[in-house]
């Protein structure tokens, strides 16, 4: 009998959630990845463009937690392709979710962080002079919203049991659905950030802006998939 019957009395459990990372590893990819999107956040906006240190807590550690948030998920649909183990393994599968439920919480925290935070003040790039939000503003809220439905529905579809009551077809239609969200974020942070993606010389300290690096996670992550369709194709 296989091991997720004899563990759940005949329902099939969804793939990946037979095995759980140890806690070492559930810890050292969070903050592995956090940690150092943090400090680069920390370096490229207080020490090198005079961002206040009180403004640390807030709108410092957004930043940081979009960044880690969409590498999170870029990893987590890139596991088994570019790195991680055979692609299906059981093992892989575990990672894929920790590394995808991971990142959801950042982007959620991170989305909760932005609500607070949202005023001309904070964002001026964003509003107009009335006070409403400008085409910029309009543009990446409505990326960002939409971004987070896309990933909603993987994070529910690892719920337990989903698998069973989904289908295999419809659950992975549902796994898919991340790369929705992969691709509106790249809208999300070329629509906030392109402006200063070109401008090398208001880098501060010539450090890329994280709209650019944060799109270039996102686009890895598509590309990967893409290629693995192209060798499946050929
Ligand atoms: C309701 C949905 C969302 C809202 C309201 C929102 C809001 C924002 C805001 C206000 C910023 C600018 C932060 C800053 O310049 O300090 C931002 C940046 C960013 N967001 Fe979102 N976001 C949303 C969803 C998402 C999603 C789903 C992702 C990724 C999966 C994401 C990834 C990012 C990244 C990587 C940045 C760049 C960070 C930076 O340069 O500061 N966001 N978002």
């Known amino acids: 009998m296989p091991i997720g019957q004899r563990l759940t009395g ?12 140890a806690r070492h590893e559930q810890v050292g990819w969070v903050l592995g990845v956090w940690i150092p999107c943090l400090i680069y956040a920390i370096v ?23 960044f880690a948030g969409v590498i999170l998920i870029a990893l987590a649909y890139a596991v088994g392709k570019a790195f991680g183990g ?21 982007i959620t925290v991170h989305i909760l962080m932005a609500m607070v935070l949202l ?28 971004a987070y439905g896309c990933l909603l529905i993987p994070a529910i579809a690892t719920l337990p049991y989903m698998y069973e009551a989904l289908g295999m077809a419809r659950w992975l239609t549902a796994q898919h659905m991340g790369y929705g969200t992969l691709a509106l974020a790249c809208g999300h942070t070329l629509a ?11 880098w501060p300290g010539s450090m890329p802006p994280i709209t650019l690096l944060g799109f270039l996670a ?16 050929t």
């Open 10 to 21: 005949g329902l099939r459990p969804n793939p990946g959630s037979t095995i759980r990372l």
């Open 44 to 66: 490229r906006y207080n020490v090198f463009q005079g961002v206040e240190w009180v403004h640390v807590p807030l709108y410092i550690v957004n930043k940081s937690v979009a």
């Open 86 to 106: 055979p692609a299906g393994s059981e093992n892989v599968r575990a990672k894929a979710k920790f590394l995808g439920l991971a990142g959801f919480a950042m």
């Open 119 to 146: 005023s001309p003040a904070n964002y001026a790039k964003f509003f107009a002079e009335s006070g409403k939000l400008n085409l910029t503003g309009e543009m990446t809220f409505l990326f960002g919203v939409l």
């Open 192 to 202: 906030m950030g392109y402006k200063g993606w070109f401008d090398l010389a208001s």
């Open 218 to 233: 996102a686009l890895a992550a598509l590309l990967v998939k893409a290629a693995q369709l192209v060798r499946r194709g």
